[in-house]
């Protein structure tokens, strides 16, 4: 079956940087939108960044010149990252496929990695 599997998080100071890396493995076809979510405690999730598979990007505005999101379609791999990182970032970041068409022909919608905790220390 399709899986999702985020890497690259951990503890970082403020300042500092890192790339976080979704890879989609599996019988894959083709997989539309894919994107970065976050989910602080107490918080709800939220869209961090997303990319089409032309390349066009989305980014929420608290993180807008800091992260940069790109994908590497032929590997199905979709990275962020992440620059001048904040305390305000501290989140389990989850990566996301909007819709994944299987080689056999199968479609699965809004499909979920089960994340990857990021946190910045003053």
């Known amino acids: 079956q399709v899986q999702l599997v985020e890497s690259g998080g951990g503890l970082v100071q403020a300042g500092g940087s890192l790339r976080l890396s979704c890879a989609a493995s599996?019988?894959?076809?083709?997989?539309?939108?894919m994107g970065w979510y976050r989910q602080a405690p107490g918080k709800q999730r939220e869209l961090v960044a997303a990319?089409?598979?032309?390349?066009?990007?989305d980014y929420a505005d608290s993180v807008k010149g800091r992260f940069t999101i790109s994908r590497d379609n032929a590997k199905n791999t979709v990275y962020l990252q992440m620059n001048s990182l904040q305390p305000e970032d501290t989140a389990v970041y989850y990566c996301k496929a909007d819709t994944i068409r299987t080689m056999e022909g199968r479609w699965l919608y809004n499909y979920w990695g089960q994340g990857t905790q990021v946190t910045v220390s003053s």
């Open positions: 990319i089409i598979s032309g390349g066009n990007t």
């Open positions: 599996g019988s894959i076809f083709r997989i539309t939108t």
